[in-house]
């Protein structure tokens, strides 16, 4: 039961360019989403959350987009640098302790 | 450094034998949440704790797979039986607590291999 899915298992992009990575959602009860990165060897680092009262949330050089009608939600990186490489997760909750994660998307940002 | 703590990093078991994975939660932090990542997936809920109870285990197998949290220690993670469909990334979150529950700090992970 995939609940959130990201059909782009890999992305690369030019140093000093946007990345664009999407999400989708099938679960309209959800109402909080959120972006891990995750380095090798490592455990996922939050990056960005939003609510799902708001369609948009910036912080630095990373922006989260949601499209409720949609149930569509995209993080933009701008611009990227190459220690943005990482693998991204999108996350999503329905107000409880069951967070549901995409299967990633691999992001390389060539120098 | 006062982050999530997993231990081991990695563990190797043969099939039949049991697997303990421990999670130190970050300080201050009382809730505990583990993860599976098994191979091109994502990660994958399994269970919610908090000292001594067990608040949501919807996403755990019926069968083999247990946690606790006591009140003193590290939560811990319990694989019985293992088998090869059990090798996975096993990750350790925690959270301050409640009103914060989205707010979750993972641990490095736990490497399962079954042999």
């Known amino acids: 039961d995939q609940q959130v899915k990201q059909n782009s298992p890999s992305l690369s992009v030019q140093e000093g360019r946007i990345s664009i990575l999407n999400c989708d959602y099938t679960?309209?009860?959800?109402?909080?989403f959120l972006w891990y990165k995750k380095y090798p060897a490592e455990g996922p680092t939050f990056l960005i959350s939003?609510?799902?009262?708001?369609d948009k949330n910036e912080d630095g050089r990373f922006t989260v987009f949601l499209n409720k009608s949609a149930k569509h939600l995209s993080l933009h990186i701008v611009p990227s640098q190459p220690g943005d490489s990482a693998v991204y997760f999108c996350a999503a909750s329905a107000g409880n302790n069951d967070m549901r994660f995409g299967a990633g998307t691999r992001l390389t940002v060539k120098p | 450094n006062a982050g999530v703590m997993q231990n081991p990093r990695h563990l190797v078991r043969r099939r039949g034998q049991e697997a303990r994975l421990r999670c130190s939660p970050m300080k201050g932090h009382s809730h505990v949440y583990w993860y599976r990542q098994l191979p091109e997936e994502g990660l994958k809920f399994m269970v919610y704790l908090q000292k001594e109870n067990i608040i949501d285990e919807s996403g755990m197998p019926k069968e083999r797979f247990s946690a606790e949290f006591p009140k003193e220690g590290p939560s811990i993670l319990r694989i019985q039986q293992v088998v090869r469909g059990d090798s996975a990334a096993y990750f350790c979150?925690?959270?301050?607590?409640?009103?914060?529950?989205?707010?979750?700090?993972f641990g490095p992970g736990t490497r399962l291999t079954v042999t």
């Open positions: 979150a925690s959270s301050p607590g409640s009103g914060r529950v989205y707010e979750q700090y």
């Open positions: 679960n309209s009860m959800f109402d909080y």
């Open positions: 939003i609510s799902s009262i708001k």
